[in-house]
């Protein structure tokens, strides 16, 4: 098994509290939405791999934070790429032309929903 390195832990560990800082946003509505970010992958365990489709809007970007941030303001996001830290390709659909390129990552953006029921939560996708 690959070991991650401390920044991509790190990156991880951001995006996962960009997550849990939207649940603290949204908890005095009724349901919960959660967004959460993972890189995308040819193979579990494998290299990390851009989407090679033409994307809907490109931005500048220092950090895939940014990027992350910039994706959860827009309902249409998808996924993004973060190429060369500099440029964010959105997308508002999975790409399907992926490959291993050079500082350059994809992003695959998760939604999903808590739904309270009396003091438990239910998850809905």
Do not use: W
């Amino acid at each position: 098994m690959k070991k991650m390195s401390v920044s991509m832990m790190l990156q991880q560990l951001l995006l996962l509290l960009i997550g849990v800082i939207m649940i603290v946003i949204s908890a005095k509505r009724d349901a919960v939405p959660v967004v959460s970010f993972r890189m995308s992958m040819k193979a579990k365990n494998g290299p990390a791999v851009c989407a090679l489709d033409k994307a809907n809007k490109t931005i500048s970007s220092s950090s895939v934070q940014h990027c992350a941030l910039y994706c959860t303001g827009d309902a249409t996001c998808a996924s993004f790429n973060l190429k060369d830290s500099k440029t964010c390709d959105l997308y508002n659909y999975s790409p399907k032309l992926i490959a291993p390129v050079s500082k350059c990552k994809n992003y695959q953006v998760n939604c999903f929903t808590l739904i309270p029921e009396s003091s438990r939560y239910l998850l809905s996708r």
